[in-house]
């Protein structure tokens, strides 16, 4: 896969900004030592404006404030109500409703953007502020479609921005040991992996919101449907709980997968999977009534995906469960002993043994866990990240494109956010009707293995399926490839 655990160079984390923004913007850069030791010249700062300034832009903005070398110039969010505390935490930052108005009258103002709305206008924002030269950090998942994570993925490489997506696990010990334990041959050659969740904990599998409701003053929903067809406001989708909406979100997998699968994608000698099937809890509205919620992601799910090795050695099984289902517990776990945590978990299966690490790929382990007292003499090999995910990137952009790695540049994430919108893809799929409607085993088209051209892009033994690969934005919207 693209980008793999590595070392990394022990360069200086605060040069000057040499970026394509500031060239264009014509900054003169006064050097630190002309104005004395210590003191961080205004133009050697990286000025971050925030595209979603709520919720969890909120939290991503105040990690970045945390380095002397950011201000946060300008905000963006559709909600006032969503954006009180960051104006309250940054009054000097301009305040804008429009990433698109912001960034036209702000881009000679900024040199990097934090995108952090929901998942349906992740793309379009973040290839906006590519193309003006803008280094960019997405909150996960990347994009909501696998052809934009793909249009994202090689717009990074042409505009060359320093990225970085909000799966800060990825820049966390935890993997990193988990990769040393693995090339230490500990558990032999990994064949297949679970992985799980206890998301949603939102509305999932239901039938949309109805009722006539007013829009809040503070809200503008035109903005906030974005990408998505246009329809009636509902409170039902707000703040958060959007998530469950196909229109909008990506369900559990897109909450999470990011964080729990990137060892997995970190670590083993894998990219594009050949194959994936699915199966989903069904919701029932009486005996033998099936209620049919396309617009929603369901309730449970369990999902198998097929890679073949890059390395030629065969092909490597990769599950996943969400909605409190989860793969049965290994024998070498004893009863009382916790099998990931409440957030989810991810166990390798090798050849030799186990692997079980919490979400976020924390706390790895061996199991049995009577094995982790000889794991000790595994040496530490890889570099941390000891100015974790947030500052990791602050001191990459600063330092410039290509002159400092990210641990989630978009070069990595792309292709792993692909497979996870591939499994999507399978969910949606699942539930295709039969238009001829010949009885119970016609009924549904979706449930089979689907198998994917990853070059192309493609289902190929499913036609029907490929509607998902792509969506149609609404008049107005684009993602001007």
């Not at 969740?197 to 503070?218: H, L």
């Not at 990137?262 to 919701?283: K, Q």
């Not at 976020?360 to 000889?374: D, M, Q, T, V, W």
Request: net charge positive; glycine share 10%; with cysteine.
């Amino acid at each position: 896969m693209s980008q793999k655990l590595k070392s990394k160079s022990k360069g200086s984390r605060r040069k000057f900004l040499r970026n394509a923004s500031l060239a264009a913007a014509g900054y003169f850069i006064v050097p630190r030592h002309v104005l004395g030791k210590g003191f961080v010249a205004p133009s050697d700062k990286l000025n971050i404006a925030g595209i979603g300034a709520g919720g969890k832009g909120e939290s991503d903005l105040h990690e970045f404030s945390k380095s002397p070398n950011v201000n946060i110039v300008a905000l963006v969010d559709v909600d006032d109500r969503q954006a009180v505390k960051s104006r309250q935490r940054f009054p000097k930052a301009k305040y804008y409703k429009d990433f698109r108005e912001m960034l036209a009258k702000e881009k000679n103002n900024i040199d990097a953007c934090s995108v952090s709305t929901p998942d349906h206008t992740h793309a379009v924002a973040t290839m906006a502020a590519m193309q003006l030269g803008k280094h960019v950090y997405t909150q996960k998942p990347l994009t909501h479609d696998i052809y934009e994570a793909r249009m994202i993925t090689e717009a990074a490489k042409k505009y060359k921005v320093v990225t970085q997506m909000g799966n800060q696990g990825g820049s966390g010990d935890g993997v990193r040991r988990m990769k040393e334990l693995y090339d230490a041959g500990l558990i032999g050659e990994v064949h297949s992996v679970d992985s799980w969740t206890n998301r949603p904990v939102w509305p999932q599998g239901i039938a949309s919101p109805t009722g006539k409701f007013d829009i809040p003053k503070e809200l503008d929903w035109n903005l906030w449907l974005g990408t998505a067809p246009m329809m009636d406001y509902n409170p039902g989708y707000l703040p958060f709980n959007w998530r469950g909406w196909w229109r909008f979100g990506t369900g559990a997998l897109g909450d999470m997968a990011c964080h729990i699968m990137d060892p997995i994608y970190r670590i083993l000698p894998i990219d594009y999977p050949t194959s994936v099937e699915c199966s989903v809890a069904n919701s029932w509205s009486g005996f033998f009534q099936e209620t049919d919620n396309p617009e929603s992601a369901p309730a449970a799910s369990a999902i198998h995906l097929s890679y073949p090795r890059t390395d030629g050695k065969g092909t490597i099984k990769v599950s996943w469960y969400d909605g409190g289902i989860m793969p049965e517990r290994p024998d070498e776990l004893e009863p009382g002993e916790p099998f990931g945590n409440w957030d989810g978990g991810v166990l390798f299966i090798g050849t030799k043994g186990k692997l079980l690490a919490d979400c976020y790929g924390a706390n790895p382990r061996l199991l049995p866990l009577s094995k982790n007292e000889s794991a000790k003499a595994v040496k530490e090999t890889i570099k941390r990240v000891p100015e974790g995910h947030y500052l990791q990137w602050v001191n990459a952009c600063i330092a410039g494109y290509g002159k400092a790695e990210t641990s989630s540049n978009f070069a990595y994430a792309g292709p792993f956010v692909e497979s996870i919108l591939i499994s999507n893809l399978a969910l949606r799929s699942y539930s295709l009707k039969n238009p001829s409607g010949k009885g119970w085993d016609d009924k549904y088209l979706g449930r089979k293995k689907l198998l994917w051209d990853a070059k192309n892009m493609k289902i190929t033994n499913f036609d029907e399926a490929n509607q998902f690969v792509k969506r149609e934005y609404r008049d107005g919207w684009s993602l001007n490839v």
